[in-house]
């Protein structure tokens, strides 16, 4: 049987399978949530074999990825998707896009670090924070969401952000270009 995803309020208690999912703000308490559920989509991806969109170290160990996870929770609106009570998913919305990406001349929120703890993989977590983050960026009254992502392994995340309503843009490369990225935009 297919969990199944229904959304009552923007940032309220979604039902995901047989498992509450509440999506909660998260502040400085929350960092080493954060970095647990980084850790746990990254040890994900290396069990997939799935080893070049963020390594095979845990994030957490990553003095960068550290001090951006403590940049967007102090700048940004940083959420937390619980799964029956225990955190298993995550994303950062910002006012913009990384340096890497050229920023538009227009208001707009961007996603960063959407992740999901590989634990509660398939129970829609990922789609109900990009739903909310949406919804969120439409109460502030802005029009655009978007969010870059790496657009190896046969483009499978960029195709995840396809099925939840984002349309490509432009494409990138990072790392000396040794890592293919993408950036998608939803207007609303």
Known sequence: ?????????????????AAALTIRPGGPADIPHFLRILDGAVEGLVARGRTKQWGTEPLSRNPKVVEAIEKYVADGSPWIAEVGGEPGGMLMLTDGPGSYIPPVDEPEQYVHYLATDHRFAGLGVGSALLTHAAAETRRRGIHLLRVDCYAGNEGALVAYYESNGFVRTETFTEKDGTWPGQILEMRL
């Open 1 to 17: 049987m297919e969990p199944t995803d229904t959304t009552e309020t923007a940032g309220a208690t979604e039902t995901t399978g």
